[in-house]
């Protein structure tokens, strides 16, 4: 009985250090792809970090304007003129004032109790 027990527990070991090697191998694996991953976002990093240099010298004026001004006829293109954004004449007027005599009619018809509704109903025929 003993004996069988020994030769299970051997098996069992035996078995178990297979699995804490294969999980050992796993981490390590994983651990290798964790650092090249890790290299790879440094590296593109890096990379946009010297875009983003490039994009601010790319866009600052005293880059551009010698350019605009080299293609200005072919891309037929000219500096912004104040008439392009109108003038205050241009602007609609404002709407007239409201009848001040019609309301305040309106107000007292209301305070006496005569409903305007009402009457405009009778004027159509409307009941």
Do not use: C
């Amino acid at each position: 009985m003993i004996r069988n027990i020994n030769i299970f527990l051997i098996f069992a070991s035996i078995v178990m250090l297979a699995g804490v090697y294969a999980l050992k191998f796993s981490i390590e694996g994983t651990a290798a792809e964790r650092t090249a991953l890790t290299a790879t976002i440094s590296e593109q990093e890096g990379k946009l970090s010297l875009l983003k240099a490039d994009w601010a010298v790319l866009n600052q004026p005293g880059y551009i304007d010698p350019i605009v001004r080299r293609h200005e006829a072919e891309l037929e293109i000219a500096a912004v003129r104040q008439e392009q954004f109108g003038s205050f004449a241009a602007l609609p007027m404002r709407p007239a004032k409201p009848d001040s005599a019609a309301m305040d009619a309106l107000f007292e018809a209301i305070a006496m109790g005569i409903d305007p509704i009402d009457a405009i109903l009778e004027l159509e025929g409307i009941e």
